[in-house]
């Protein structure tokens, strides 16, 4: 499973304070489990990897079949928890090129996101690539009211219907929403859409191994079941509240120590770029649940060895405000040998004979060490493979570790009161009815500078 | 030109602290153009759009077009300063689904970056893409040793030569190096590659307008006359030395400013996926330019409205350590209209007739008045358009803002010691001969844990 290591961050954390957390990650874990802390009402991923409808999961998979079948092209559309953990799926697990392979290599549609933006440019051109294309529609939204997809769906629902008529598109249009209520509910009712449901007690953040992420996961040939029984196995592994035995439960505790110590910003680093996506989904699922009451770390990425090459001096010498967690992976899924050239030109053939891989674990390993020696603290996440089977369990890891260190951060982890603030300005500045006073205000304000 | 505007900053900086920096900024100013600071030997990008080998811009238009008429891929090879640039170029200008695009459509070739990683999966599953086209390469290193690069240029120089013998590969292989040293120079010369010169007064973070960027930018069809003369227009504009009338230098101190008062992480915001590359550039200029002796500010990217739905919550209401930088765009290169719909499903009928750059501007609208409530400060560079032009402009204001910023925090900014520590390491580990002994010490702290 996920191994977990802070031997290289131990320094920098006094020596009694990891024993100290024992009681504070204890009272956390039954919090969770017995559902008696803040966001008490969002805590149907701790156990949905068991709970799950399985009825439903058989119908996702035929209705993957079907898109696949019938389909070049799946056109997801959602935002945040709608969006990010299945381009982390689709990124980790996929061929590191798949909307370019040719579609005989590939086998499965092309899969592209929208709804994820407002930006005319990205729109306008997406609909180049769909030219001459049979497309599928899988709109992810719990109210449906969401402006960007929202927006995307109403264009894109358009455009499908124009192109080969409303009837037909009601074949090829997929709605994950809500199990009652919205309107795209309503919507897909009135249409008769198949629908999937987003369940009332997971939050968007959470969402990735329910309906929101498994349909297109699924579309894109990625084994749905090992993904599932990889977080099923986590859940198993991660149910023993001794902090001791529990790596996910260490996790959290190291990252609030360092965070206590004066770490204010957190770097997932990996050494793989199809790991960058997974990356993102991690920044949203810590930062929205513990980015509140002018607290939490800040999360943020780095892709090694590339970005060595441009935040890599920051990292070594700058303020010292950091630390890094790294995804790495045993077994890489492909490697390359390093011929030996016979003029020796540039230097390297003390590498001939030697794996791609192997020279990634080294730059992995020697970056590591200078970066300690920095003053950069490093927490170790090693997983065997980078099969479904590990990325279910580095889901789950992740996802508990988060409502872990959020209730030892003392926030409420399952919500996110501070997005209303800038999605209540940008609906009273397009005018919608209601907001009437504070348009004029907030457009005094930006006139006035 | 650039519009600046720090009014949505002023708030969090005492009144009197931008006036007692203009004396400060004066003598930065002073420093870079009399070459009188430290890294003074790095200063050919300040009149770089002016010094420019005409020549050799000549023959990279030319070569160029050679790649153009008989390659299907462009391969571009370098790390660093010889990658983001131009990936934030082709990104900013090119279509968004560039590569994705049918051949007939782009009339240029695909164009991919290796040697930005060392990873065997990414590199075994270009090969897969490459599969049946005419393949060209430029390599872009000064030293021709530098890790990344060398290995895929020695993996990928064989495979070309493999495919089409190592005479016809000759034609298609365009080396951008060092002028006369070095094992790539020794290489081309050997070998009769077609070379450009990375000038030795103009570091990697500082290179995108030389050889390094233009020749893969102008591949793609960007006119990199434009480009020039935006960079040059902008060097023009910003010597003038006195902070009332120079933008550049006042984004400089404001961010500067910030930082003194408490302010450590500046996020690079757009509303345009397209510039998500540039913020990357950003990054390293500044990140590499400034993280040094335990200063800096640390620059992160968002890309909105995007991630409003993932660090929004963080952003608006986390530990406020945060300003935003926003990079937006007056007119889109396309827009798109939103229709009514007669059932109003969705309830965004208000948006009928209004566009998509509308409602994206009212998002960036409202979304700077709820951060600047929330406590983060927000600097806003605003172009006219997205053109090669404006994009040069936009290089050269943040270029020479980072130097004079730099020299505003007391360090070198055209140094980069601290990206000594790792490499040291990964060669020892590596076994290069004569790093016996630190490779023993090393072995014993990874085995010891």
């Not at 455009?159 to 929403?177: F, N, P, S």
């Not at 794996?355 to 674990?361: G, I």
């Amino acid at each position: 499973m996920i191994h977990f290591d802070y031997s290289h961050a131990r320094s920098f954390i006094p020596a009694d304070e990891m024993k100290q957390l024992a009681q504070p990650v204890f009272r956390a874990h039954e919090m969770l489990h017995k559902k008696t802390g803040p966001g008490n009402d969002f805590l149907g991923w701790v156990d949905w990897p068991m709970t799950y409808d399985v009825a439903e999961f058989d119908r996702i998979k035929q209705a993957a079949a079907r898109i696949q079948a019938h389909s070049d092209v799946l056109l997801v559309i959602g935002i945040g928890g709608s969006y990010l953990g299945t381009k982390a799926a689709l990124d980790f697990l996929n061929h590191s090129f798949y909307n370019l392979l040719p579609a005989s290599k590939r086998n499965t549609p092309e899969i592209h996101f929208v709804g994820n933006n407002i930006s005319p440019v990205y729109l306008a051109h997406l609909t180049d690539v769909l030219e001459g294309k049979r497309v599928s529609i899988n709109v992810i939204s719990k109210s449906g009211t969401t402006v960007e997809p929202a927006i995307a769906f109403r264009l894109f629902r358009d455009w499908l219907e124009q192109k080969i008529g409303r009837e037909a598109a009601r074949e090829r249009i997929y709605v994950t929403t809500d199990k009652s209520r919205g309107a795209l509910r309503k919507l897909a009712d009135e249409e008769g859409y198949e629908t999937f449901v987003i369940p009332d007690d997971i939050g968007g953040r959470y969402s990735v191994l329910t309906p929101v992420g498994l349909l297109p996961i699924a579309v894109s040939g990625i084994d749905i079941d090992a993904l599932m029984q990889g977080a099923l196995d986590a859940r198993m592994e991660y149910l023993v509240p001794d902090i001791q035995e529990n790596v996910c439960y260490q996790y959290a505790a190291t990252r609030n120590l360092l965070y206590n110590n004066g770490k204010q910003v957190e770097l997932m680093v990996s050494y793989e770029p199809r790991f960058r996506s997974f990356a993102e989904w991690w920044k949203q699922l810590f930062g929205e649940s513990e980015g509140k009451e002018g607290k939490g770390i800040f999360p943020a990425l780095a892709e090694f060895s590339a970005d060595l090459h441009s935040m890599g001096q920051y990292i070594q010498d700058g303020q010292r405000l950091l630390f890094e967690t790294v995804i790495t992976v045993k077994s890489p899924a492909l490697d390359v040998n390093i011929q030996p050239d016979v003029a020796d030109s540039d230097g390297l053939n003390f590498l001939a004979g030697k794996s791609m891989d192997y020279v990634n674990k080294k730059a992995y390993e020697g970056t590591m060490l200078a970066h300690v020696d920095g003053g950069v603290p490093n927490l170790i996440v090693e997983i065997p493979e980078a099969t479904a089977y590990h990325l279910g369990s580095l889901f789950y890891f992740f996802e508990k570790a988060c409502g872990i260190s959020g209730y030892l951060l003392g926030v409420n982890p399952f919500d996110q009161p501070g997005v209303e603030a800038y999605k209540a300005n940008m609906l009273a500045l397009l005018g919608k009815p209601g907001y009437e006073l504070q348009k004029a205000e907030l457009e005094v304000r930006l006139r006035a500078k």
